[in-house]
């Protein structure tokens, strides 16, 4: 098993076939076809299943496609590691839609500038959406509101967050759980960790009493409260950032309004431009500390 018949077998799995992945690797199909069938004679198991003209990951395809993706990755790190090369490839990042919007841009915005030959792919998705997607290898680090307690993942706290309870305008002071009785919850689907620290203030009983209104954009659940449809826990950062119709803002108390968003990742595995990220988000943070000591 060689490092080239790795790279072809993750072409075809994520091309979805043999000639697209012949394409790609700028190769004939039958060299392509061949490469995968003495892959699978070495192994001794089939990696796809053939159904007619249609390749079909198969349950060993799979597990391979884990190590591939590792051993390939390794490969490149060494050859940048010895050539003292810039930081390349794919950087594959999960993010809450509220960390995409307020915290990232300036972030990847320096990233791209200095490490042009890194490919950022960016995906969003409830805290625990991007831990399952971590867990599974489709991303590479994640930002979150709650790392998990693994010993497989590490952290890097980030950015302070303080949550806010918005509702329409006009509505009275929050200052309970009881002064939102008879008002609706739009929140995140289930998944989401600012929905439970919502669900944390409220308490269990309360929350299953109230209608909630499941959305997956804070533009959507902004609009949506100042339409008068309901109350919503947002970051007081992402308010900031949307062109919204006015909302009320009522303060939560600290335990439940102060988060701190970790950048999280798989443990012993920082590749050179998940590396150069945390040094970016490094700079970042003293960037900012400078800023408000000077202020």
Known sequence: MELEDLAIFRAVVQEGGILKAARKL????SSVSTRIRQL?????TELFHRDRQRLVVSQSGHRLLDYAEQLLRLSGEAKAAVSGAAPGGVLRLGALESTTASRLPAVLA?????????????STGTNDALVAALAARRIDAAFVAEAPHDAAVEAMPLFRERLVLISPAGHAPIRRAQDVAGDSVIAFPNGCAYRRVLIRWLGDRRIAAMRVLDLSSYHAIVACVAAGAGIALVPEAVLVTLRSPPVECHPLPAVHAQIVTPLIWRAGEVHAALAALQAELRRHARALRATKLLA
């Open 26 to 29: 700028h190769r004939v199909p």
């Open 110 to 122: 320096a990233y791209h500038q200095r490490y042009p030959d890194v490919r950022v792919e960016l």
């Open 40 to 44: 699978e004679s070495s192994l001794g």
